[in-house]
């Protein structure tokens, strides 16, 4: 099984509703990141928001698996 990462950030994209390729299993669009205002400590500050959109074949991977990995990824890169 393949999992593909799309970087559409790359060229200056924001968001995007990936296609999942042949003979893949899922694909990861990552947008651009942008500052935007975020708390921190109780406080505003300038942050980098980057949207990340999944796109995965339901026939082997449940709506709620997928989730569950998103919900992983965010948390993993908000402690990075």
């Known amino acids: 099984q393949t999992f593909t990462v799309s970087n559409i950030g790359a060229v200056g994209g924001r968001y995007g509703t990936p296609i999942v390729p042949y003979r893949t299993t899922a694909i ?37 698996a997928g989730r569950a990995f998103m919900a992983a990824l965010v948390a993993a890169i908000e402690e990075a």
Do not use: C, K, M, T
Request: proline share 8%; no cysteine; net charge negative.
């Open 28 to 64: 990861l669009s990552v947008g651009r990141a942008d500052p935007r205002p975020v708390v921190r400590d109780d406080q505003i500050v300038i942050g980098r928001e980057f949207p990340l959109s999944l796109s995965y074949d339901h026939r082997v991977i449940d709506g709620a």
